[in-house]
């Protein structure tokens, strides 16, 4: 009996507070209400859809790790050096950082960043990352005019995506501070903070932070340039494109000595002197015997302007010799020459026949 007590108390003690939750849950704060399923939201669906777009490879994906959260950004790539890259981005998602923040590039290059600077009044940061194998951004010259078309780009949620629209107005981030903050027809997400703003050239003319009523507001590209050099950066210089002048093609005379095909140096132009018509050779030169060739010296001119034939060494000819000893001078030089010949011989014949004697 007593346990059939005890167990109707409890039973009827269940059915008052199943009678009475819904009462308590009206004037308990603590009280669980139910909950159903939550509304849904296509335009938050739609920051994890693919856009389509191909991403710009200097746009970067900034992961901060806060106590308890984690910020996600963009940031825009502006300068690099032989061993480094300086991100720009916004002040309010790095602030809350305990630790390096994680820098994502589109080409799956990833690095630790360490953050450098921070303007809260104007919502900038910059960041630097170990040099990722992307080209920065050049900085726009100067702010955009009033209606040119402007680019926002960021990574909201977890897809690349860019919306364009044209330059409205430029505002103020407060009392006593100059207009240097653009705003554009474009609609931002949340994840694109941090993200450029892009001209029509492709230049950065500024860096979102905001967005209200399908209107996207960020700090001009003068403030980009006044953050930057607090860390004695100008921002990337353009890089003109080298001139490569065409490879000549192979000379012909030195084709079947360089079977590989690689390119040969152009043979040197002959000047315009040697194409010329040399004309008739001078009277001296058809004299027979006279040298014509390439070793023999061309004429030269004499201090009183007479031609001098220059001196060639060639061999006596023939019909000469034989000319001169048909004459009584060159039969007498003959018989000199043929007696000189004579005593010459008698004389080594005389010394080699004393060395032979014992």
């Known amino acids: 009996m007593r346990h059939a007590a005890h167990l109707a108390s409890v039973v009827a003690a269940g059915l008052w507070l199943a009678a009475a939750a819904p009462a308590a849950a009206q004037w308990w704060p603590w009280w669980p209400q139910p909950r159903g399923p939550a509304p849904f939201e296509p335009e938050l669906f739609a920051d994890y859809l693919a856009s389509g777009q191909a991403p710009h490879p200097a746009v970067v994906r900034i992961v901060a790790a806060e106590r308890g959260a984690t910020s996600l950004g963009s940031g825009v790539l502006v300068d690099v050096d032989a061993t480094r890259g300086l991100i720009v981005t916004n002040h309010h998602v790095v602030r809350d950082t305990r630790s390096a923040v994680l820098v994502q590039f589109p080409d799956g290059f990833q690095s630790a960043g360490t953050v450098l600077r921070e303007d809260p009044t104007w919502d900038l940061a910059v960041i630097v990352v170990w040099r990722p194998p992307a080209s920065p951004v050049i900085l726009a010259d100067a702010p955009p005019a009033i209606g040119a078309p402007l680019t926002i780009a960021g990574w909201g949620r977890g897809t690349f995506r860019a919306q364009s629209g044209p330059c409205t107005q430029y505002l103020s981030p407060g009392s006593g501070q100059p207009r240097e903050l653009v705003e554009l027809v474009a609609a ?16 950065l003319a500024g860096v979102l932070f905001g967005e209200n009523d399908g209107r996207t507001v960020g700090s001009a590209v003068t403030r980009v340039r006044a953050i930057l050099a607090t860390v004695g950066s100008a921002g990337a210089s353009p890089m003109p494109t080298p001139f490569v002048p065409p490879l000549p093609g192979p000379v012909p005379a030195l084709a079947a000595a360089n079977p590989a095909g690689l390119p040969s140096a152009p043979a040197a132009a002959a000047p315009a002197w040697a194409e010329a018509d040399p004309g008739p050779l001078p ?13 023999a010296a061309p004429p030269t001119v004499a201090p009183d302007g007479v031609p001098v034939e220059p001196v060639s060494p060639r061999l006596p000819d023939v019909g000469e010799l034989v000319g001169k000893l048909r004459t009584p001078e060159g ?14 011989l008698l004389g080594l014949r005389a010394v080699f026949r004393r060395r032979r004697r014992p």
Do not use: C
């Open 283 to 295: 009277e001296s030169a058809a004299v027979s015997g006279a040298a014509t060739d390439e070793t």
């Open 188 to 203: 931002a997400r949340q994840g694109d903070s941090g993200g450029p703003i892009l001209d029509a050239s492709g230049r």
């Open 331 to 344: 039969r007498e030089a003959a018989v000199q020459a043929a007696g000189g010949i004579a005593l010459s």
